[in-house]
């Protein structure tokens, strides 16, 4: 969960923003990232701006369900003071992942559904493939800019079955309240109504399967029977031979 706002006195904000849910706060919330200029040449209107685009952006994304009550289009500025502002938001995007923040990051899984040979070029992936065939359970994902990905419409075990207490229990919990994971209409299995990036394989298997699941040999590339781990051993080989030839 996120929240992008814009404000004069950043402290008090936050001051407001750590108050129960009660009491009008953000109850979620446990850090929080502050952008500004240099100098004071942000105005009121800049901040608006940019707030908008923020939001429109991790809205896109969607990596984390917002709690904006609203997303205000972007201002009207003029065309120098766009460039200036969209030239700060191509920064942000740059510094943010250097802290951890991902808000704004989108896969480019767009490229799933177009001829192998293409996608793979453009991604540096195959596309994987996860099956439980006795509950009719598929899975598809890719690996974009070095994040794993599960592909929307992807299906998964209907309940989690893997035991209380386990790392990847609270995650599945996650996953279903903010509405990644919804049952089909026959409760057979649950669905990914997005595209979900994941730590790691084993995470996403573990989701899929609604158990501890080793997703380095779960994963399959489609069409063949070589495992992610064999795939990215492979990449690693190449990339080797290749640093060897060039020296």
């Not at 992942?97 to 293409?118: A, I």
């Amino acid at each position: 969960m996120a929240y992008i706002g814009e404000g004069d006195d950043v402290s008090k904000r936050l001051y407001q923003h750590a108050r129960s849910e009660d009491q009008n706060g953000k109850d979620f919330w446990d850090r929080a990232i502050v952008l500004t200029s240099k100098d004071t040449n942000l105005t009121k209107a800049h901040a608006h701006y940019l707030e908008s685009r923020f939001i429109m952006l991790a809205l896109q994304a969607s990596r984390a369900r917002l709690t904006n009550g609203t997303t205000p289009p972007p201002i009207v500025l003029p065309e120098a003071d766009v460039s200036d502002m969209e030239y700060f938001i191509e920064q942000a995007k740059i510094v943010l992942p250097v802290l951890g923040v991902s808000l704004f990051r989108s896969p480019r899984t767009t490229l799933v559904g177009s001829n192998s040979e293409t996608a793979e070029s453009a991604t540096d992936s195959p596309l994987f493939e996860m099956a439980l065939k006795k509950s009719g359970i598929t899975a598809t994902a890719q690996e974009v800019d070095g994040e794993f990905t599960v592909i929307e419409g992807s299906s998964a075990r209907p309940k989690w079955t893997g035991g209380e207490g386990h790392s990847y229990t609270s995650l599945r919990a996650k996953l279903e309240q903010d509405g990644t994971l919804v049952p089909t209409p026959d409760g057979s299995a649950m669905r990914f109504t997005r595209n979900h990036v994941f730590a790691s394989p084993s995470a996403a298997a573990a989701i899929v399967a609604g158990r501890s699941a080793n997703g380095r040999t779960e994963w399959l590339i489609q069409g063949a029977r070589r495992t992610y781990g064999q795939w990215e051993t492979e990449g690693v080989e190449e990339a080797m031979k290749q640093e060897v030839t060039n020296e």
